[in-house]
């Protein structure tokens, strides 16, 4: 009987897939041009998996799930394209509104 053993990446390297996300993420949206924000799921994996584990397997639900939670932290922001073909366009990540009269210069 032939048997496969497949590497499973421990728990303590997740915040490392995220890094990695995140890098990618905010890289693709500093770039100037539209088109070129765009990526697709494949590629964020591939990126991940050349920069971080050097081969070894990941589950691409752990990179979407870091995308996801990412994105409700607020440390990326994209915008689903095409959820069924996995395409995703990254977005500068905007600055909370803040009160102006916060900044108003005092009268005298």
């Known amino acids: 009987m032939n048997t496969q053993v497949v590497a499973t990446v421990p728990t303590e390297t997740y915040p490392t897939v995220r890094a990695s996300v995140e890098a990618y993420v905010n890289f693709r949206a500093s770039l100037s041009t539209g088109p070129d924000r765009a990526f697709t799921?494949?590629?964020?994996?591939?990126?991940?998996?050349?920069?971080?584990f050097v081969g070894a397997p990941v589950a691409p639900?752990?990179?979407?799930?870091?995308?996801?939670?990412?994105r409700q932290a607020g440390k990326i922001n994209y915008l689903v394209l095409n959820r069924g073909k996995s395409l995703y366009k990254a977005l500068?990540?905007?600055?909370?509104?803040?009160?102006a009269s916060d900044y108003e210069p005092a009268q005298e």
């Open 41 to 52: 799921g494949e590629q964020l994996r591939e990126y991940v998996l050349n920069s971080v």
């Open 61 to 70: 639900a752990t990179v979407d799930r870091a995308l996801r939670v990412l």
């Open 92 to 99: 500068p990540v905007m600055i909370e509104a803040v009160n």
